[in-house]
């Protein structure tokens, strides 16, 4: 494969797996400050929380997370595909172009 080819998939890896770990961090912040915002108003208490409110917090931030990252990589790996046809349609059609003007002098 040419170097051109190799480059432009690696940016493309690197462009998803960016967008996947920030939706996925994004999701786990809030997620978690959602579940200890919840616990602390229906404790009704100036206290924080218990520690099984944190590990609660985390948990459903992590799996929330988790979720948001597959769908995230689901969407990034189709619009990589349809890209990648599109590229393929465009070099097909050049290469035929390419040949089509070879052919006519002869």
């Not at 920030?22 to 229906?42: D, K, N, P």
């Not at 985390?58 to 990034?76: F, M, N």
Request: glycine share 10%; proline share 3%.
């Amino acid at each position: 494969m040419p170097a051109g080819i190799v480059g432009h998939l690696w940016r493309a890896l690197r462009h998803a797996l960016g967008k996947i770990l920030a939706w996925a961090g994004a999701t786990f912040v809030v997620t978690a400050l959602l579940v200890e915002v919840i616990a602390y108003l229906a404790n009704g208490s100036a206290a924080l929380g218990s520690p099984a409110t944190h590990l609660a917090a985390v948990a459903l931030g992590l799996a929330v997370g988790y979720a948001v990252g597959l769908l995230t990589l689901i969407s990034e790996t189709g619009t990589l595909l349809a890209h990648g046809a599109t590229d393929l349609e465009r070099t097909c059609v050049s290469a035929v172009e390419r040949l089509e003007r070879i052919k006519q002098p002869l």
